[in-house]
T-cell receptor, first 116, second 113 residues
């Protein structure tokens, strides 16, 4: 009954490879996000989707491509992985509705990506 | 752009005592939300407490309370009766309605037994 689930939890891969991280939420939220947490623990937003539409696209290399097949899923595909892509990637969700929410995000448990 | 500043990279507290973590933010908006998230070594992001800017009353959740000073743009977190399980990285965060959550750099809290 996990609210926001990410897979895989750990990912070790070589430079130049292409990899995907998947995220699913069962909270009925309409907005999903990808955040990157770097080695200094700083959290920075990468992308946001609302009802399958891209609404936030921060300055991220175009090797990163999010895909939202429906409002419960948001995947992150990374092409030509580089050493600097090593980080923890968090998926999160929330709702833009006015009623009955705390307007915070619910986070997945993170995916630790290590590029060697 | 909104910014969130946590000026304390690291704090320590003795078990059972009280500690306050500082947070300031910069915004021109009048309606927004503020949060404290906890990230233990398991790396899970856990919502600790939230505050709506339109509410004057400070939020409280069991041993956790905030001191929200809207005019000063300050949002500190007080942890009473600190427990070993409180040891974690704490992030202050700001969100304007319908917009993204912006985080501070975090404060590492160490709890001594």
């Amino acid at each position: 009954d996990t609210a926001v689930s990410q897979t895989p939890k750990y990912l070790v891969t070589q430079m130049g490879n292409d990899k995907s991280i998947k995220c699913e939420q069962n909270l009925g939220h309409d907005t999903m996000y990808w955040y990157k947490q770097d080695s200094k623990k700083f959290l920075k937003i990468m992308f946001s989707y609302n009802n399958k539409e891209l609404i936030i696209n921060e300055t991220v290399p175009n090797r990163f491509s999010p895909k939202s097949p429906d409002k419960a899923h948001l995947n992150l595909h990374i092409n030509s992985l580089e050493l600097g892509d090593s980080a923890v990637y968090f998926c999160a969700s929330t709702t833009q509705e006015l009623q009955g929410t705390h307007y915070g995000y619910t986070f997945g448990s993170g995916t630790r990506l290590t590029v060697v | 752009a909104q910014t969130v500043t946590q000026s304390q990279p690291e704090m320590s507290v003795q078990e059972a005592e009280t500690v306050t973590l500082s947070c300031t933010y910069d915004t021109s908006e009048s309606d927004y939300y503020l949060f404290w998230y906890k990230q233990p070594p398991s790396r899970q992001m856990i919502l600790v407490i939230r505050q709506e800017a339109y509410k004057q009353q400070n939020a409280t959740e069991n041993r956790f309370s905030v001191n929200f000073q809207k005019a000063a743009k300050s949002f500190s977190l007080k942890i009473s009766d600190s427990q070993l399980g409180d040891a974690a990285m704490y992030f202050c965060a700001y969100r304007r309605y319908g917009n993204k959550l912006v985080f501070g750099a975090g404060t590492i809290l160490r709890v001594k037994s």
